[in-house]
């Protein structure tokens, strides 16, 4: 008897906490019910006493209507108050306002005062002690059983039978107790039934006598307990029907938990599943009629129970008929309750009911045909499924969202499809004498799915039902249903009849683009009218780019996504809805994550031409795409995205750039060349360049993304090219080796060149309005121009004399040279500083001229000797006399009073 009563705890004591919980809910029904009497009473007070009261002041409003002052100070004394003190002795039914003498204001606060009167002593006495009384009575019958047991007065049938007995009379006493109008309709609010306690409690013993009588005594055999276990659960649930809710609830765990209860070594699945649609319909049915959503719901959880219990532990072939017609007669019986009612009702049935079972349904399906391995069985069960969820879809709009949670299931058992075949191109597919039957019907499943979204989805967008929803399915499903088509029977490999058939499609989507368009055209104009051409576009570029991913082989993915980024950006000019400007973003972030940080790239066979090889493809397409994105969304008036596709087409211009340069000098093979002087010359050129020409080429003056970018791109380019040509890879002090002749070597690319493009730089700089920030960068890249070009000049004195490798001794000659060189240099400097009227470079020419004088001075004198230290002085003084002369005659010229002045050239300017 004590495992009796384990398994009674185990069972039932769950169930007696969700009761209660349970019970809440009929609460708060009970609670409005009782509202709405309680108005109801109200408002027929408040009409007797109007009614009452309209007849007596019309003989008297025409005798005295001055005599309304001596009224006033009548209501002072108020003998009124002691009557609302009878409020409580009221023999009324619950919610129930009675009116008296007239008053409708002490009507209303009738429920106020009877609702603030009970406090912890009516929840003791009206709720939690019909609670305990209630788990008493069955405790107290188990007991009673256990203690015949114990003395050995009764013997297993007498205690079976007094067990049945016990619990017939409870069940008759809730029955009868529930025909007692002053049981059933309480005084207290918050009361709890009794009669609904009494029968909670004989179904309890009910399920213990049962239980008892075949698990421990052997008296029933399974078949005949598991039917009264059964019975006692429908009994349950259609008693809940007359009762409250967790009546339902018991009978529901009851129903479900039977089959664990009841066991057999040879388990019908057929019975099995009968068993639990009758018994589940039952209590979803009951639920609806109440209006219990709650048990509802956990009636289809419960609907998953076995299912999944027997597709993880007991699943054989031919079982997949049985849980789908199981699943689909459920469902068809949530989609008959989720219709009833009005519209409105309908459509909050749709999103409480119907969406939560059609999806729980498809997934279980899927789960079905997996254990089946894609049967033929469970593959009609999921087509039906199918199959009714686009029939609800016919009779009821409300029911739209089921094609949703029915598109990825269906997804799913595509994309999970094992086919024999899989990595045969489509003509080696189609060329075998006999197609296999799993190909065919995988193909033939794919294209069904294709065309039920593809078409019903654009025939309810003609009708205006639902346009938005089925605009996305339309577009999404059939080409997502392609894409696996193409993966499963092809295994990803390239295929020209595969990419015939992407552009197919795509002709399909662009016809339905042209009519939505010229139904847009003669429409209101609406935000929302838009999304079904613009989807039908978006699908149409989908499948052309899609085309372009499966003829080409290396990159195809990411060029596609380049392609169709520059289609949506067309279709948001020509069509302005709001999602197509994020959409293009994502997939521009996608290509540019993808080209700047590609570990595959090293993998790729990009060839040994200079510039026409594979990195012109893979990153030359994506930036043109980009560039032109840019161009069409700035017409489009598209601010954020025109920035980020300019800046996007600018990064993987230098990116290309790069490797482009890299491959060459690497002779084909990417990185494999150590990095040098070279390299970092025509790399700090092609970036430097860049910034400048797509600086020039960029529309518009704000100060956007891509003109922040290009300025951090020309500041960094700088800096770094002063630290590694000036000192990291400087020749002079590495030793290294320099490449080819002059003019065209490497100290062409690492200084002469970036010092034009600099000065090219200030140049333009300089056109731009006055500002702190403009003279900044004047002063900055001016700065560098100068440095990298003495570098450059007297580097390539040094290597006039030293040949390729500059590291060694100077000469006389040599060193005459650079004092000779540096005061042309400085000439030079002074004539472009006045040629410009700039102060900046004649103050650069005079300390250029003071680093030859300190030259001459610390190093000629010691280091040249004869005719060379002799010219070398005599050549400094004379400069300097022509310079000082210069200064005199030219820029500081004297004025008419002797006093010195700035020449004409020279006035009134400021350091630049």
Known sequence: MEYVLLV?????????????????????????????????????????????????????????????????????????????????????????????????????????KRKSGGGIEQALGTRWAVWVGGLALALGGIFLVRYSVEQGYFGPGARVFFGALFAAALLAAGEASRRVPSLTRLTPEKAVAIPPILTAAGLIAGYGTVYAAYALYGFLPPPAAFLALAALSVAALLLSAVHVSYL???????????????????????????????????????????????????????????????????????????????????????????????????????????????????????????????????????????????????????????????????????????????????????????????????????????????????????????????????????????????????????????????????????????????????????????????????????????AVAIIFEEGWLTIALALLALGTSFVRLKLPVPFLGPLALALGAAVTVRLTLNPELLSYDIGTAPVLNLLAYLYGVPVLAFWGAARLFAKAGAEREKEFFEAGAALLAVVLASLEINHYLSDGVLFSRPFDLLQHGLLTTSWLAMSLVLAKLQSGGRLGLLSKGLKGLRYLTLAQSLMVALIGHNPLLTGDALAGQFPLDTLLAAYLLPALLALYGAYEAAKQPEGQMRQL?????????????????????????????????????????????????????????????????????????????????????????????????????????????????????????????????GGGEEVR
């Open 8 to 112: 009674l705890t185990v069972l039932f004591g769950p169930v007696i906490v969700a009761i209660v919980m349970a019970r809440s809910a009929d609460k708060r029904a009970a609670a409005a019910h009782r509202r709405a009497e309680e108005a109801f009473a109200e408002i027929t007070a408040l009409r007797a006493a109007l009614q009452g009261a309209a007849p007596a002041p019309t003989p008297e409003t025409e005798t005295a209507p001055e005599a309304a002052p001596e009224p006033e100070p009548e209501p002072e004394p108020e003998p009124e108050p002691e009557p609302e003190q009878e409020i409580p002795q009221r023999p009324a039914a619950p919610g129930w306002g009675v009116p008296r003498g007239g008053r409708p204001a002490q009507a209303a606060e009738a429920p106020r």
């Open 248 to 546: 339902g609830l018991i009978g529901l765990l009851g129903a479900v938990l039977t089959p664990a209860l009841i066991g057999s070594d040879d388990p019908a699945p057929e019975l099995l599943f009968l068993y639990l649609t009758f018994v589940l319909a039952t209590a979803l049915s009951t639920a609806e009629l109440r209006g219990w959503r709650w048990l509802s719901h956990l009636t289809l959880l419960a609907s998953a129970l076995w299912p999944l219990i027997w597709l993880a532990t007991s699943y054989g072939k031919g079982d997949a008929i049985i849980i789908g017609a199981h699943l689909l007669l459920l469902h068809g019986t949530a989609a008959y309750w989720a219709g009833r009612g009005a519209q409105e009702e309908e459509a909050k049935n749709a999103l409480s009911l119907l969406l939560p079972s059609g999806a729980l349904t498809g997934l279980l399906l899927l789960l079905t045909v997996w254990a089946d391995g894609h049967g033929a069985a469970s593959l009609t069960a999921f087509s039906l499924y199918v199959a009714m969820t686009f029939a609800l879809i016919y009779r009821r709009e409300s029911a739209a969202l089921l094609a949703a949670a029915a598109a990825l299931p269906a997804l799913a058992v595509l994309a999970s499809w094992q086919l024999a075949g899989a990595g045969d191109d489509f003509g080696a597919a189609l060329a075998r004498p006999l197609l296999p039957e799993e190909t065919l019907g995988f193909a033939l499943a794919g294209a069904a799915l294709m065309a039920l979204y593809g078409g019903f989805g654009y025939l309810q967008i003609l009708t205006g039902r639902r346009a938005r929803l089925w605009a996305g399915l339309a577009a999404a499903v059939p080409i997502t249903a392609f894409f696996l088509l193409f993966w499963r029977m092809t295994g990803l490999t390239p295929d020209l009849s595969w990419g015939a058939l992407a552009i197919g499609l795509g002709l399909i989507y662009a016809e339905g683009t042209r009519r939505l368009a010229a139904q847009l055209a003669s429409a209101p104009e609406s935000p929302t009218a838009q999304i079904p051409a613009a989807a039908f576009a978006t699908a149409t570029l989908a499948a052309l780019t899609l």
């Open 777 to 905: 960068e004047l002063r900055f890249l001016g700065a560098y121009a100068l440095l990298m070009l003495f570098a450059y000049y007297s580097l390539e004195i040094r290597q006039a004399f030293h040949g390729a490798v500059l590291r060694g001794p100077a000469g006389e000659t040599e060193n005459y040279t650079y004092s000779l060189a540096w005061l042309l240099f400085g000439a030079g400097l002074l004539a472009a500083g006045m040629r410009l009227k700039t102060q900046a470079l004649r103050l650069a020419s005079l300390g250029l001229i003071g680093l030859v004088v300190v030259k001459v001075f610390l190093f000629d004198m010691s280091n040249l000797g004869g005719a060379l230290r002799a010219l070398s002085f005599i050549g400094l003084g004379l400069a300097l006399i022509g310079l000082g002369l210069f200064y005199q005659r030219v820029v500081f010229k004297a004025g008419p009073d002797g006093a010195g002045d700035e020449g004409e050239e």
